[in-house]
């Protein structure tokens, strides 16, 4: 899915996905050399900045706009918000 909305944040992992972020709150990105993207859930604020965990799955940690982190593994996003963690 393309977003006409300027890109906030970009990386690409060490195993070749590439990620944005845009300033409409999206985030998605595709395994270069593949037909294979992910889409994540709108989120409630706009990714500034993220990290991908080196382990061959898809692992990433989000640093929000608003000051939470959202992380997206196997089992599912999983926001921290203050001292809550919401599923």
Known sequence: RLSHHPILTIG????????VGTTD?????WQL?????????????LVTCFAFRPTGQLEVVLGLANGSLAFRDG??????NGN???H
């Not at 709150?25 to 990105?29: A, D, M, R, S, T």
């Not at 593949?34 to 409630?44: A, I, V, Y």
């Open 12 to 19: 690409i992992s060490r195993d070749g996905f590439l990620a």
């Open 25 to 29: 709150g999206q985030f998605f990105g």
């Open 33 to 45: 050399g593949t037909d294979r993207n992910e889409s994540f859930p709108q989120l409630d604020a």
């Open 75 to 80: 089992d599912g996003l999983k926001i921290i």
């Open 84 to 86: 809550r963690l919401r």
